[in-house]
T-cell receptor
Framework: NAGVTQTPKFRVLKTGQSMTLLCAQD?????MYWYRQDPGMGLRLIHY???????AKGEVPDGYNVSRLKKQNFLLGLESAAPSQTSVYFC???????????????FGQGTRLTVV | RKEVEQDPGPFNVPEGATVAFNCTYS??????FFWYRQDCRKEPKLLMS???SGNEDGRFTAQLNRASQYISLLIRDSKLSDSATYLC??????????FGTGTRLQVFP
């Protein structure tokens, strides 16, 4: 069972370069999320999606864009990378619960991004 | 004020000890509550959901206090393998899962 898969796992970028992080889930989940995790800051929500074709901003959306063209994929883009975007990025997915609420979120293994 | 707040710790406890973590949340409309565990350089994994009536899973007990807007996690008979960071997670509205900064636990022999 693949669950949530993130690619790549590691990446080094130069300031100003662009890249796309891919998240794929095979659990038919409606919700998908992108978080970043920095020391002492916990996981902060960048963007999220409640279904195919929809996206919304989280706590720290600036400098990032996302797309959810297919239900199973959620892409995170950095148009012009900055050193402040050096972080560990986690993708997660969850299904719509019976009471209309989130249920357990499953995480990918993370992408370690360094911007120099 | 952060939506979800936790004491960052670290909590250093001997094997066999009982340890409790608290987490407060600011959105009174929150409906879903969870405790996740994260090992060093790994992804977070669900430890347990938190139900209104409180729930127990082996050595772990979770409680919810809606009036005071906090949740707690109690770990009894701590094991070395319990050493990790424990993350409080709250559904701030029907769409977003918001994480606390985590509480680090170190169990020593």
């Amino acid at each position: 069972n693949a669950g949530v898969t993130q690619t790549p796992k590691f990446r080094v970028l130069k300031t100003g370069q662009s890249m796309t992080l891919l998240c794929a889930q095979d659990m038919n989940h409606e919700y998908m999320y992108w978080y970043r995790q920095d020391p002492g800051m916990g996981l902060r929500l960048i963007h999220y999606s409640v279904g195919e074709g929809t996206t919304a901003k989280g706590e720290v959306p600036d400098g990032y864009n996302v797309s959810r063209l297919k239900k199973q994929n959620f892409l995170l883009g950095l148009e012009s990378a900055a050193p402040s975007q050096t972080s560990v990025y986690f993708c997660a997915s969850s299904r719509w619960g019976s009471l209309g609420m989130n249920t357990e979120a499953f995480f990918g293994q993370g992408t370690r991004l360094t911007v120099v | 004020r952060k939506e979800v707040e936790q004491d960052p710790g670290p909590f250093n406890v001997p094997e066999g000890a009982t340890v409790a973590f608290n987490c407060t949340y600011s959105n009174s409309a929150s409906q879903s509550f969870f405790w996740y565990r994260q090992d060093c350089r790994k992804e977070p994994k669900l430890l347990m959901s938190v139900y209104s009536s409180g729930n127990e899973d082996g050595r772990f007990t979770a409680q919810l206090n809606r009036a005071s807007q906090y949740i707690s996690l109690l770990i009894r008979d701590s094991k070395l393998s319990d050493s990790a960071t424990y993350l409080c997670v709250v559904n701030s509205n029907t769409d977003k899962l918001i994480f606390g900064t985590g509480t680090r636990l170190q169990v020593f022999p």
